[in-house]
Structures are given as structure tokens and as C-alpha cells.
């Protein structure tokens, strides 16, 4: 996972692909040999917060946007009303959802290409989906928490299984709250591509 993030497959994916894995293989097999260009931080960098947050939705297929998606679902990815975790199995089951609703930062006036972005969306059953509607961020939680028997704890560890920030979700500046999960994310993928595991 941790160099589709990067350039690295931008362009010429079969060819490079070939290249790593012939690379990678020499290194596997205990062979003297170049370091495989896939590790190469210099020519294939990870992006940075601000290449985060401007990333397009991710059913557009783009490879940054579903490489971000792919990382907020590393923590079990709990559903945001009834707390189950994403699997395999239930996953085809799940609908992008907007955190900050489409008709929400449309009252804003917030451009399309503004509200279409990786870093607003989270994987969420059809029915916490509909649940939610168009309300605005601060207003969804504060009725998650009301007569529901979800403490504030609850939910915020289920926003964090996303790599979404709760304060500033809560807060509902959409700009902070986009700057911030950027930085969760970023730390995120920082973490996996220098662990080593993917």
C-alpha cells in the first residue's frame, strides 16, 4: 500500500511494475543489487497534507483518493452510528458519505470541487447514510449523543477509526477541519510507509 501513494504508478504502471518487481525480487532472494527505485523517497515521494486535501472523490478512481480511503479503513473503520466495523463482507454494503453534507456547504457557498474532496468522505452503512442527511457536522454528533446511550468517548474513537478528527468535526469549520484530518492522514501514511508493513 505504501508506495501506491506515492508517483510511483502515476504513469507506465506495467512497465514499472515489472521493474519492481524484478527489483524486489533480487532483494528478496538475498542478491547484491540496487536498492529497488520503489524505495527511493527521493524520486517517489509521499505527498504531503496540502496534496491530501485538495484530492478529488474517491469513486472517481483516482489512485491518491482510494489510496486515502484505504488508509482511514486501517483502524477497523466503525460505522458512525452503530459502531460495527468495516470487513470484507460488509464493505460492498457501505456508501461514501459527505462528513460536511453536499447541501450543507452548498448553504455555504463552498465550491463542487471544494466539497467533492477524499478527506470528506468516510465508508458508512446505507442507513447511518440516510440518518445523517444533509445535517451539518456539529448537529449530527450532538444528536448521536442525545438519548442514544453513545458517550462522546464512543464517538469520537469511531471517527477516529476513520483517521477523522472529532474536535473539529464538531467544531464545523470545514477549511480546519480539512486541515487537520490532512495531518491525520498524513501521519497515518507516514507510519505505514516507514513501518514497513502494509
Known sequence: ??????????????????????????????KAGPTPAIFDDTQHPLPQPEELIAR???????????????????SGGLDLADGRAASRANLAKREYHHLFPVAHLGRLRVPDQKVFLSLNCALVTWRTNRSISDREPERYLAQRLENTGVSEEEVAGRLASHLIPY??????????????????VHAAMTSVCTSGQA
Do not use: C
Not at 508506495?3 to 538475498?30: A, C, M, P
Not at 478529488?56 to 486501517?74: Q, Y
Open 1 to 30: 500500500m505504501a508506495r501506491v501513494l506515492s508517483t510511483r504508478y502515476e504513469r507506465s504502471t506495467g512497465s514499472r511494475s515489472l521493474v519492481d518487481f524484478n527489483e524486489l525480487k533480487t532483494l528478496i532472494d538475498g
Open 167 to 184: 474536535e473539529e468535526m464538531k467544531q464545523g469549520d470545514y477549511q480546519t477541519f480539512l486541515e487537520a484530518r490532512g495531518s491525520l
Open 56 to 74: 478529488g472523490w474517491p469513486v472517481r478512481k483516482d489512485r491518491l483518493a482510494r489510496g486515502i480511503l484505504a488508509l482511514s479503513l486501517r
